[in-house]
């Protein structure tokens, strides 16, 4: 491998986030390529015996299995745990692939989370089906409240898990006080930030001890490929989670590394001007007299919080069409540049009823429990002139007769 500045973490370290973004985690092979190469192999070969035995015995670094290793996937770690300012990162197949294996590789039978209640609907079934099954309890709490954290903490309490801002009902949890609680009673914060990216919100600045991702959203950015990342200390992440993952084989494809590397080059324009026109189209469904869950703008109850621990919102927000699911349904129907798809943080922009789809199999109870109406739409704002997003929802409510 050529030498390349994007290896070494102690310069790396220093640079702004934009500058990581298109730079950290750099190799370059003896070609000398500007793009980063997509390494297609699942095996390694040695010029010795002694030389793979030293790979096995943990001796000498380099390759041995795609399973434990690909230069692909190891310049995507690079770099996504140089934006989040993470010791390090590991990727994997998906996000839910990234916040199973948070979980499992770190807690056992007889242990208890407490988890924030609005969450990504898989996340509750994991809670609820997966780690219930083998004996870890959890509490499901109002994230919102700073005092339920606390309450509901038991001796056996081994992790806090959350996501800030949550889907689909845009409440925030306070990280630094949620995540400093758990710090100092020895728990393990766990936070899902896919909604934000490190260009948006940096957990471990707030004391987070390990931040786990769906890259699929807003890193990839263009609804491509799966995948998902936790970062974490580097003590965290070879005790806990390396062996897991290296054992167990969640792990992510190096094509699809490539295309979330190549998808991180613009996440800080993506995000940035993505937010800037959620909030734009945000504030017209507002002035039509619509209740919306936006966290930028001033009729959000955290909206003081949102601006102390976010750069800005990010390009998801949710709003209620009164009249429940008839009319909300009516309005996605109308849309004619907007998409029906329960997908977010793609370059186009997407509407869903998460009542019906992302949410569905919380069930009524759960989904009122929550804060998810029948009128709710969520919406992801891409990179179209936000002009013809607000043209397209104004035809759209007109349409609906909202
Ligand atoms: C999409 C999403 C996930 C799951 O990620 P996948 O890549 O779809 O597996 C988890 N958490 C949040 C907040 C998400 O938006």
Not at 97 to 105: G, I, K, P, R, V
């Amino acid at each position: 491998m050529k030498k390349t500045t994007g290896t070494d973490r102690s310069i790396t370290s220093k640079w702004r986030p934009a500058t990581q973004a298109v730079r950290a985690g750099t190799w370059r092979s003896e070609q000398g390529e500007t793009s980063e190469a997509l390494f297609l192999t699942s095996g390694y070969t040695y010029d010795d015996a002694e030389t793979v035995a030293a790979r096995f015995a943990g001796e000498q670094s380099g390759m041995q299995y795609s399973r434990f290793k690909n230069p692909t996937v190891e310049m995507l770690q690079e770099r996504i745990a140089a934006m989040e300012g993470a010791e390090a990162c590991l990727v994997q197949a998906s996000g839910m692939a990234a916040m199973t294996s948070s979980l499992l590789c770190m807690l056992s039978a007889g242990d208890h989370v407490v988890a924030g209640r609005a969450a990504f609907g898989s996340c509750r079934w994991i809670l609820n089906n997966v780690l219930e099954r083998f004996g870890i309890t959890h509490t499901a709490i109002d994230g919102t409240d700073n005092a339920a954290w606390e309450a509901a903490i038991q001796p056996n309490t081994k992790a806090f898990f959350f996501e800030t801002p949550a889907n689909p009902t845009m409440d925030l949890v306070d990280l630094e006080f949620v995540c400093g609680l758990a710090r100092s009673k020895g728990i393990t914060s766990i936070v899902d930030n896919a909604f934000a990216t490190p260009v948006l919100q940096r957990p471990l600045d707030f004391g987070a001890d390990v931040v786990a991702y769906s890259a699929t959203k807003l890193m990839d950015g263009q609804g491509r490929v799966m995948a998902g990342a936790v970062c974490a200390s580097q003590q965290w992440i070879e005790e806990k989670l390396s062996p897991f993952q290296r054992n167990t084989g969640p792990i992510c494809a190096p094509f699809n590394a490539w295309v979330i590397m190549k998808g991180l080059e613009t996440l800080d324009l993506r995000a940035r001007h993505q937010s800037e026109s959620a909030l734009a189209v945000a504030r017209f469904v507002e002035d039509r007299g619509l209740r919306v869950l936006h966290p930028w703008l001033p009729s959000h109850p955290q909206h003081n919080l949102a601006h102390r621990q976010m750069n800005a919102a990010g390009p998801i927000f949710s709003f209620f069409v009164p009249g429940g699911r008839g009319p909300a349904m009516a309005v996605c129907n109308a849309c004619d540049l907007i998409d029906i798809s329960n997908n977010i943080g793609d370059s186009k922009s997407l509407i869903c009823h998460p009542a019906t789809t992302t949410h569905h199999n919380m069930g009524p109870e759960g989904r009122a429990e929550a804060g998810i109406g029948e009128g709710m739409l969520r919406i992801n704002i891409g990179l179209e002139d936000p002009l013809d997003l607000i043209e397209d929802l104004a035809q759209a409510f007109d349409r609906a007769g909202v």
